[in-house]
């Protein structure tokens, strides 16, 4: 209202020129300082009481189920090995139960200022993941308002009609409503006949009217704009009669902007080149890397291979639809596939390792196929090792909530339920290092280059709640390397491996205080 008066002087008397340099400033000064980080406006209005047993209940016996007890979330998770299923050659395979504790990782000289370091980041992290739709609001009993319980949305700093508001009261000399919000201001859109509206155009609006269905009438013309930028939150709105109060959000948000990609046209149903780009890493094993892409040219010619390189020398791989990006001598490996991912044009993107070796059975088409006709975000297939052994490092992957000190980390080897139309294809946490995503969820997750030697399941944790993951066995591709016989043995393998699995616990170090610091994790259990 301020900055309408202002406007108006300004008309008024703009034309002399000290005069207009004064209303320049006094139009763009800024009237409106918010503290968007505070978002308890409402606190204590919501009755916390209403949660606890009524004192008139107490005396009525229960008895607890132990069973259903133990599935309740009790914010003090443990870690501790848990037996599992043993068979031959577990531990090669798969490797063995364990359970490790992350703090016993980190410096001892700095372990306190570290936890308090972390706690304070925390507090930050909750703040500003905390949405105003995740607080709990109970409606009480038999209230007269009727109002939308969900689905009211606004653009931020735009206005809407509120649908759905109304008061079935009893007999009244006078029906009254009242409005409060902390965001935004109310308004009527028209004026009904019979009613009294108090603070049109602000916080808080009050109606009143001696007939019910006057009231009624001039509640749906009830308007509401969001005067506080901030997109992505909510706006609680409290809707108050005599005696009743009713609590609703109202949604502020942006609309959701797409990222599409074109899959190109095509006569067969799928056209891999146009939808998929391959993406590799590679660290000095050029012989094994060319395997690879003669591999894929053998069933894919015109797909796009990107490679990220950190070798020390690199060598050049050249050929049609190959892009190589060299990077700083042993960048790592999580850094380089966040560069070769980023420089993805195409809907989707498959992950292999560079020792990898595409075969009949290596389908493409056949993830595309899940993506295209499912919601999941990424489906692994199945690495075959020379053994014969087909890995789908299918995981569950489980965060349980643990206090003070962190939560637990559980993982498990397994899967959640099959696809209805995929009977190969499961859904789980996390997959096996052969993979279709698309790329844009990909992009989003990214892999956190901190993880130099050593990382698979950290990406999945990262993307745990934001990628919907899947796994198919029916989608093969060969690992060449890993079981070496002594006498195969080649000088570069000696060396990658030296590179790649240090002798130092310098990189697992590395891995459990980011499981510490950066995911808040306590501790591990895994089988
Ligand atoms: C948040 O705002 C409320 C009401 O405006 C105020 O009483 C409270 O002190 C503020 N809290 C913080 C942390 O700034
Ligand atoms: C498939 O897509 C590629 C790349 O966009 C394009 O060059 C090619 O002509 C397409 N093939 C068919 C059969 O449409």
């Given at each position: 209202m301020r900055m309408r008066a202002t406007r108006k002087l300004c008309l008024i008397f703009g034309t002399a020129l000290p005069l207009s340099l004064l209303c320049i400033h006094l139009l763009s000064k800024p009237d409106k300082v918010v503290d968007v980080w505070n978002r308890s406006a409402l606190e204590g209005l919501l009755d916390n009481a209403l949660l606890q047993p009524a004192d008139k209940y107490t005396h009525i016996p229960l008895k607890w189920k132990d069973d259903v007890l133990q599935l309740l979330p009790k914010n003090s998770c443990k870690c501790e090995v848990e037996p599992t299923l043993d068979f031959p050659f577990r531990q090669e395979l798969i490797g063995k139960p364990y359970a490790v504790n992350f703090?016993?990782?980190?410096?001892p000289s700095v372990l306190e200022e570290t936890y308090r370091r972390r706690e304070k980041e925390y507090k930050k992290f909750k703040m500003r993941s905390y949405h105003p739709t995740d607080k709990l609001i109970i409606a009480k009993a038999n209230s007269p308002l009727e109002y939308p319980v969900q689905g009211v949305e606004v653009r931020p700093m735009k206005t809407i009609l509120i649908p759905g508001l109304s008061l079935q009261d009893n007999l009244r000399k006078v029906y009254q409503v009242s409005l409060l919000c902390t965001m935004g201001t109310f308004d009527v859109a028209a004026e009904v006949e019979g009613v009294t509206v108090k603070g049109a155009g602000e916080k808080h609006i009050t109606l009143s009217s001696p007939h019910m269905d006057n009231l009624n009438r001039q509640l749906q013309f009830v308007s509401y704009t969001n005067t506080?930028?901030?997109?992505?939150t909510a706006d609680t709105v409290q809707f108050q009669t005599v005696d009743h109060t009713a609590i609703f959000n109202i949604k502020i948000h942006h609309p959701t902007v797409p990222k599409m990609y074109n899959p190109g046209s095509s006569s067969s149903k799928y056209n891999i080149s146009a939808l998929v780009t391959i993406a590799t890493k590679t660290f000095i094993r050029y012989d094994k890397l060319q395997d690879l892409i003669d591999s894929i040219r053998k069933y894919y010619p015109t797909v796009t291979i990107i490679i990220a390189d950190d070798s020390e020398t690199p060598q050049k791989v050249e050929g049609p639809f190959i892009e190589q990006y060299i990077m700083p001598f042993g960048k790592g490996w999580f850094a380089g596939r966040n560069l070769a991912i980023s420089q993805v044009t195409t809907k989707y993107v498959l992950w292999v390792d560079d020792d990898f070796i595409f075969c009949t059975?290596?389908?493409?088409e056949k993830l595309v196929d899940v993506l295209e006709n499912t919601p999941l975000d990424l489906v692994g297939g199945a690495v075959r090792e020379i053994t014969g052994f087909k890995t789908t490092y299918r995981q569950k992957i489980n965060v349980i909530p643990g206090g003070k000190d962190g939560d637990c980390l559980m993982t498990r080897l397994g899967y959640h339920h099959v696809i209805q139309g995929f009977p190969n294809c499961v859904v789980s946490d996390g997959v096996v290092n052969f993979f279709l995503a698309r790329t844009e969820k990909l992009l989003q997750v990214g892999f956190d280059p901190r993880l130099s030697r050593i990382g698979h399941l950290e990406f999945f944790i990262d993307g745990l709640g934001k990628l919907h993951v899947g796994s198919c066995d029916d989608v093969i591709v060969d690992h060449a390397s890993k079981i070496h016989l002594p006498w195969t043995k080649k000088e570069i393998d000696t060396k990658y491996e030296k590179f790649r699995y240090p002798d130092s616990s310098d990189s697992l170090d590395v891995r459990h205080n980011l499981f510490y610091f950066?995911?808040?994790?306590?501790c591990m259990t895994g089988n």
């Open positions: 703090a016993s990782y980190v410096d506080v930028f901030h997109p992505n059975e290596t389908k493409i950066k995911n808040r994790f306590g």
